[in-house]
Structures are given as C-alpha cells and as structure tokens.
C-alpha cells in the first residue's frame, strides 16, 4: 500500500465556501470554506458544538447553509436535497446509528443501490459491499439484532451502497475496541487509496485521524480555526486552547 507522502492526492471534488448556518442567535457554521480532492482524507475535529456535524448535514442536503455555496464535481449543489447529494456521489454515516431494523442487511444495502440499479443488480451489488466491509456471514440477519460494532460496519455499508464519490464518516470508530479500530482504519485507508474515494471523517480518536488523515480540519465555535497537515495542526496553539478549554 502506498504511504501518504508518495500518493499523489487527485483531482478537486469539493469546493465550499463561506458557508453560515446559524439556529436562532446561535452560529452553528461561520464562514467556513473547504476544499476536498479524490484520494484525499480529511480530518474534521474540534471540541463538542463546533459545528461538525452542523458543517456534514450541510454537505449532504441535510441543511441548508444561510450563506455560502457547495459545488460537488463540479455541480453547484447549494442547497440541495439529501437525494440530490446523494445522487450526486455525497455519501454519509450518522452519529446516531439508524438502521431499517426490521430488515435484514442485505436488505437495508440494497435499499441504497437501488438509486443506481435495478432490484437484481442492487442486490448483487449490495452483497458485495457488505462483504468488502466484513459483514458477509451476517448477511441475512435482522438489522434490529445486530451489535454496535456490527451497526456501525451496516452503517458503513449502507453509506457505500450509492456508490459514492465522497464519504462523510461521522464518528464511525465510538465505541469500538482496539482491534475492530484497527480493522476499520484499514478500510477506511483501502477506501481513498484503492477506492479513490474522498473521505472526511469526524473523529474524536485523534490516533485514528493523525494515522489516517492527509489534512486536518479544526472548528470551533462554529470557525475553522486550523487546517494542515495532521502533526502540524495538533501543535498549533490555537487548536491546543480550543482542546483546553473544553471537556475533549
Ligand atoms: N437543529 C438544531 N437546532 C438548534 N441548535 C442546533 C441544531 N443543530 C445543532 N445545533 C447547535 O449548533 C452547534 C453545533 O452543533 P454540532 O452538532 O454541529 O456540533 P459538533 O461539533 O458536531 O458537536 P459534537 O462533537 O458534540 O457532535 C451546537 O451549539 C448545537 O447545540
């Protein structure tokens, strides 16, 4: 597998600029502007209220930012629906893990292939994913039954099954021991690097972001504070006040 510093990071996929949201008094996303390529891996921290998650449900049709525009592969998608996102090559894991739980699996992955394939191919498909993501001997197991760990890879799959162009991963490693960290940082890593997939990535295991991420991005109080290289950005005094003062 290549190393970072040899890969060369493709093509720019993401341009968003200036995006503002704000919840009544309260600037949830200030003036944030963020630049995304193929194969690349973004780290986005910061303490709890930055506007993480905030900035993702933008990206992904979620919320609509007040100010500020998103264009995606070249396609201006300000504002644009969760499905359009989708369709777009935008996909997404949630926080809280939301499975259909009285599906199966296979089911719930085939529900996302089904934007790009007919029933048959999107269950094909579907299989597939679920395997690359370690899930194959659950494949026909009630999603309502499942473990975190388990969730949490279905989440993962069913974030895969639209085929994305660039995958927002928020906090997929809570709650996972070390060895199944492990395992999902290696597949996260095959994503970008075999995939050519972007991925940003909303991680509170700063281990998993510095071994991971080509560039992190720090928010706090709803502004982007920091942006480099991973070892550079977590010396900045700036990022290290922000961790300070809160309970990160
Ligand atoms: N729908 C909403 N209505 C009102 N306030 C909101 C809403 N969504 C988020 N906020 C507020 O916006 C701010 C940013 O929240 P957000 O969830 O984006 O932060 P975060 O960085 O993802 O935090 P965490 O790490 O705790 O998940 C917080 O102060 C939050 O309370």
Redesign the pocket.
């Known amino acids: 597998m290549m190393d970072t510093a040899s890969r060369s990071i493709g093509k720019e996929l993401l341009r968003a600029s200036g995006l503002v949201r704000r919840?009544g008094g309260?600037v949830?996303v200030n003036e944030v502007s963020l630049n995304v390529t193929d194969r690349e891996i973004v780290g986005l921290i910061?303490p709890?209220?930055?506007?993480?998650?905030?900035l993702f449900n933008i990206l992904s049709g979620q919320l609509g930012p007040d100010s500020g525009n998103v264009s995606f592969a070249g396609q201006d998608i300000t504002g644009a629906s969760a499905s359009v996102c989708a369709r777009a090559g935008i996909g997404r894991t949630f926080?809280i893990v939301k499975p259909l739980v009285s599906l199966t699996v296979h089911e719930n992955v085939t529900v996302g292939a089904l934007l790009n394939y007919p029933l048959a191919t999107a269950r094909e498909k579907a299989a597939e994913i679920i395997g690359r993501v370690g899930m194959r001997s659950l494949l026909d197991r009630q999603a309502g039954s499942l473990t975190l760990e388990s969730r949490k890879r279905l989440e993962l799959a069913r974030a895969l099954s639209i085929e994305p162009r660039m995958l927002l991963l928020d906090e997929i490693l809570a709650g996972l021991n070390a060895s199944e960290i492990n395992e999902s940082i290696h597949l996260i890593r095959s994503f970008a690097h075999q995939d050519g997939l972007a991925v940003i990535m909303?991680e509170h295991n700063l281990h998993a972001v510095m071994s991971l991420a080509d560039k992190v991005v720090v928010?706090d109080y709803g502004r982007k504070i920091a942006e480099g290289k991973p070892e550079v950005v977590v010396r900045d005094p700036a990022v290290v006040a922000a961790y300070l003062g809160s309970d990160d």
């Open positions: 919840f309260l949830a910061g709890n209220g930055a506007g993480k998650t905030s926080q909303i928010l």
